[in-house]
């Protein structure tokens, strides 16, 4: 157990089957604290499986999963992952279309979460201040009181981003953040999660290969559920398998 | 704390409705007690007793669109927490009759002295006290749904599956309430009855106190309904019924937030059945009856739910079609009705409110806007379509 501790995530020997398919097959990753992880890998290698084991969704069938270095996240459902200081980006942006793009963010403002505490919750000046500076940063000022349903597709994108920050976790999951989006909000994004990994771990996961490029962090590539290959964004395009599996088809 | 919610449970809309009923729990009772019979305005006393009727079928709307049009629960079994309510009520009023029973004994009611008990059964101690009585009104509703919520929401039974669940616990309290070993009078149910807090209940008096009572009820449901629904849970109850995983991983437990509204509905659904059966004069086994939650759904479904005006204006409505028809023409009511459920389903997605708002152009409330939106994290969670429910879904 040595390996895990000063982790953020760890995951040892993680494997998943669905009827009999290996979604996640024996699958180690590390990140550090503060560190930033992009996964790249084709369609079907398992990063979004990946993703449901850390938060919950799917219990893997063998294997650990540990966060900041200590608790075993196979044991706990999803709103205690979520409590512990995990957010998650879902690959299609998933907002709460029949609430204001405020309301989508005092929901995920890191509040109690109690029921008592919701019923009788007041924004006080330290949150509305929060998420006046939440909506700044993800450009969505102006629609703060339009309803999530009417925002565009990188518009939600956004929000969910928005959304994840003030949740004010300590693990940021964000799966394809940018699809959707123009050449000048991609690189925007990649500045953002840039920011954000100074202070937390951000685990990305992305096919836009310069958008990847834009986030200079270590790269790991999935396929058929396993690490095929890890480094930083050269090395990892330049591996004969990764080649092959990924970047040639 | 308590006065910032309050204060967020009165917005305009709930302080019209508010000062409406209040209003009528005044006028209507002047009306019937102070205009004397023939002259214009008098309401004569069987019309004081329907229209509580009919407004204790709004309290049950209310309660059910709480759960139902707020957070996405369809209730097929919400009857069952009306005629547990009702029944708490009618076995006070079985127990005011005392020695006036046609047996004439002074502690057994005459369905017991029929089967030759001769003892009340434990589960009938307390209830010749109206204050226990109330007390049992709001318990037994609120602990049977919190009992049903907890296993069922715990294991995550959401869509028709839930919706199937709670038809058959209505059902089988149904079954278990035409019993006569049950105590509770069996087919013939509570009926006879003679005072409600001294009052003779046949008076016109006591008639009109127990309107203004059923009125001043529903104004306070809509306080409560409205203090919850403008509030942050509130937000979290639309937020579970939009997309209930999303909920979950922002870290709220879905669970426990169900478990609240449900049991708040479940405790509001027995006042309305308290209110009702001293107004009808009995209550028998056929109020368990799952064709009558289906009749809720209806209403609220007609009225237009996730909406506080929407159900109430349902329950009127419908009843006061159900009142005409079946003077006029008895054998068509249920065609009328399901007739009326087709085209509400088809016509009308948002109810005679998502209507008004429609013609009269104004957008409504982001609040009561039905969810459009089905995320792939929902899929196979949302059986909602099949469940006759109106809300639209995209082609997945
Ligand atoms: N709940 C599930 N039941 C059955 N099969 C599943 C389930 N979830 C994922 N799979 C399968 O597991 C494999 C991995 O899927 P996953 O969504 O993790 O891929 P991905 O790497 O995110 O791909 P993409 O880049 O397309 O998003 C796929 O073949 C998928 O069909
Ligand atoms: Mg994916």
């Given at each position: 157990?040595?390996?895990?501790?000063?982790?953020?995530?760890?995951?040892?020997?993680?494997?998943?089957?669905?009827?009999?398919?290996?979604?996640?097959?024996?699958?180690?990753?590390?990140?550090?604290?503060?560190?930033?992880?992009?996964?790249?890998?084709?369609?079907?290698?398992?990063?979004?499986?990946m993703?449901?084991?850390?938060?919950?969704?799917t219990?893997p069938?063998?294997?650990?999963?540990?966060?900041?270095?200590?608790?075993?996240?196979?044991?706990?459902?999803?709103?205690?992952?979520?409590?512990?200081?995990?957010?998650?980006?879902?690959?299609?942006?998933?907002?709460?279309?029949?609430?204001?793009?405020?309301?989508?963010?005092?929901?995920?403002?890191?509040?109690?979460?109690?029921?008592?505490?919701?019923?009788?919750?007041?924004?006080?000046?330290?949150?509305?201040?929060?998420?006046?500076?939440?909506?700044?940063?993800?450009?969505?000022?102006?629609?703060?009181?339009?309803?999530?349903a009417?925002?565009?597709?990188?518009?939600?994108?956004?929000?969910?981003?928005?959304?994840l920050l003030?949740?004010?976790?300590?693990?940021?999951?964000?799966?394809?953040?940018?699809?959707?989006?123009?050449?000048?909000?991609?690189?925007?994004?990649?500045?953002?999660?840039?920011?954000?990994?100074?202070?937390?771990?951000?685990?990305?996961?992305?096919?836009?290969?310069?958008?990847?490029?834009?986030?200079?962090?270590r790269?790991?590539?999935?396929?058929?559920?396993?690490?095929?290959?890890?480094g930083?964004?050269?090395?990892?395009?330049?591996?004969?398998?990764?080649?092959?599996?990924?970047?040639?088809? | 704390?308590?006065?910032?919610?309050?204060?967020?449970?009165?917005?305009?809309?709930?302080?019209?409705?508010?000062g409406?009923?209040?209003?009528?729990?005044?006028?209507?009772?002047?009306?019937?007690?102070?205009?004397?019979?023939?002259?214009?305005?008098?309401?004569?006393?069987?019309?004081?007793?329907?229209?509580?009727?009919?407004?204790?079928?709004?309290?049950?709307a209310?309660?059910?669109?709480?759960?139902?049009?707020?957070?996405?629960?369809?209730?097929?079994?919400?009857?069952?927490?009306?005629?547990?309510?009702?029944?708490?009520?009618?076995?006070?009023?079985?127990?005011?009759?005392?020695?006036?029973?046609?047996?004439?004994?002074?502690?057994?009611?005459?369905?017991?002295?029929?089967?030759?008990?001769?003892?009340?059964?434990?589960?009938?101690?307390?209830?010749?006290?109206?204050?226990?009585?109330?007390?049992?009104?709001?318990?037994?509703?609120?602990?049977?749904?919190?009992?049903?919520?907890?296993?069922?929401?715990?294991?995550?039974?959401?869509?028709?599956?839930?919706?199937?669940?709670?038809?058959?616990?209505t059902?089988?309290?149904?079954?278990?309430?035409?019993?006569?070993?049950?105590?509770?009078?069996?087919?013939?149910?509570?009926?006879?009855?003679?005072?409600?807090?001294?009052?003779?209940?046949?008076?016109?008096?006591?008639?009109?106190?127990?309107?203004?009572?059923?009125a001043?009820?529903?104004?306070?449901?809509?306080?409560?309904?409205?203090?919850?629904?403008?509030?942050?849970?509130?937000?979290?109850?639309?937020?579970?019924?939009?997309?209930?995983?999303?909920?979950?991983?922002?870290?709220?437990?879905?669970?426990?937030?169900?478990?609240?509204?449900?049991?708040?509905?479940?405790?509001?659904?027995?006042?309305?059945?308290?209110?009702?059966?001293?107004?009808?004069?009995?209550?028998?086994?056929?109020?368990?009856?799952p064709?009558?939650?289906?009749?809720?759904?209806?209403?609220?479904?007609?009225?237009?739910?996730?909406?506080?005006?929407?159900?109430?204006?349902?329950?009127?409505?419908?009843?006061?079609?159900?009142?005409w028809?079946?003077?006029?023409?008895?054998?068509?009511?249920?065609?009328?009705?399901?007739?009326?459920?087709?085209?509400?389903?088809?016509?009308?997605?948002?109810?005679?409110?998502?209507?008004?708002?429609?013609v009269f152009?104004?957008?409504?409330?982001?609040?009561?806007?039905?969810?459009?939106?089905s995320?792939?994290?929902?899929?196979?969670?949302?059986?909602?379509?099949?469940?006759?429910?109106?809300?639209?879904?995209?082609?997945?």
């Open positions: 157990m040595s390996k895990a501790q000063d982790t953020m995530l760890y995951l040892n020997g993680v494997s998943v089957a669905f009827d009999g398919f290996k979604a996640i097959n024996n699958l180690s990753i590390i990140v550090g604290p503060a560190e930033m992880l992009a996964i790249i890998g084709p369609n079907g290698a398992g990063k979004t499986t993703m449901d084991i850390i938060t919950g969704k219990r069938d063998a294997g650990d999963v540990l966060f900041d270095g200590r608790t075993d996240l196979t044991r706990l459902d999803e709103a205690a992952i979520a409590n512990l200081g995990i957010g998650r980006k879902f690959q299609k942006p998933t907002v709460f279309e029949s609430h204001t793009v405020w309301d989508n963010l005092e929901l995920a403002l890191k509040k109690p979460r109690g029921i008592f505490p919701t019923l009788f919750y007041a924004a006080d000046a330290p949150d509305t201040a929060r998420i006046a500076a939440i909506l700044d940063q993800v450009r969505l000022s102006h629609r703060r009181h339009e309803l999530a009417n925002l565009s597709h990188g518009q939600k994108q956004w929000l969910e981003i928005g959304m003030a949740q004010d976790p300590k693990l940021l999951l964000v799966d394809e953040p940018v699809a959707g989006m123009t050449d000048s909000e991609t690189e925007e994004t990649a500045k953002l999660l840039r920011d954000i990994a100074g202070t937390r771990s951000v685990v990305v996961v992305e096919h836009d290969m310069s958008f990847v490029r834009e986030l200079g962090s790269v790991v590539c999935l396929a058929e559920g396993a690490v095929l290959a890890e930083s964004l050269d090395q990892v395009s330049a591996n004969p398998l990764v080649i092959e599996r990924y970047l040639g088809r | 704390m308590l006065t910032q919610a309050l204060f967020r449970a009165l917005d305009r809309k709930a302080i019209w409705l508010i409406i009923f209040l209003a009528v729990a005044i006028l209507v009772p002047m009306a019937n007690l102070l205009i004397p019979p023939g002259q214009f305005g008098h309401v004569p006393t069987y019309l004081v007793s329907l229209l509580g009727k009919y407004l204790s079928y709004a309290i049950l209310l309660a059910l669109d709480l759960v139902w049009g707020y957070c996405g629960i369809l209730s097929l079994g919400h009857g069952a927490f009306f005629a547990l309510g009702g029944y708490a009520m009618g076995m006070y009023l079985m127990r005011q009759i005392g020695s006036r029973g046609v047996y004439g004994n002074p502690v057994l009611p005459d369905f017991m002295v029929f089967l030759n008990w001769r003892d009340l059964p434990w589960y009938w101690l307390g209830f010749d006290n109206f204050w226990f009585a109330m007390a049992m009104v709001l318990f037994v509703p609120g602990l049977l749904a919190f009992l049903f919520g907890f296993f069922a929401f715990r294991s995550r039974v959401t869509g028709v599956y839930l919706s199937i669940m709670t038809q058959a616990m059902f089988a309290l149904l079954l278990a309430f035409f019993r006569n070993d049950m105590g509770f009078g069996g087919n013939n149910g509570l009926t006879d009855f003679k005072d409600i807090l001294g009052g003779p209940i046949q008076a016109q008096t006591t008639r009109a106190a127990l309107f203004a009572a059923t001043i009820a529903l104004a306070l449901s809509v306080l409560v309904c409205s203090g919850i629904v403008n509030s942050k849970l509130g937000k979290v109850m639309i937020a579970v019924r939009d997309a209930e995983s999303r909920t979950r991983f922002l870290g709220y437990r879905v669970e426990y937030v169900k478990l609240f509204a449900f049991t708040v509905s479940a405790i509001m659904a027995g006042i309305a059945g308290a209110l009702y059966v001293p107004q009808v004069g009995i209550i028998n086994p056929g109020e368990f009856d064709a009558n939650s289906i009749e809720i759904v209806i209403w609220t479904a007609l009225g237009g739910r996730g909406t506080l005006v929407g159900p109430i204006i349902g329950a009127i409505v419908v009843n006061l079609g159900k009142s028809f079946t003077t006029t023409l008895p054998e068509l009511w249920l065609f009328a009705l399901g007739a009326l459920f087709v085209c509400s389903t088809l016509f009308l997605p948002k109810g005679i409110v998502g209507l008004w708002h429609q152009g104004r957008r409504q409330k982001p609040i009561g806007a039905a969810p459009t939106q995320s792939d994290i929902e899929k196979g969670e949302d059986a909602a379509s099949l469940s006759g429910n109106p809300q639209p879904k995209p082609a997945e």
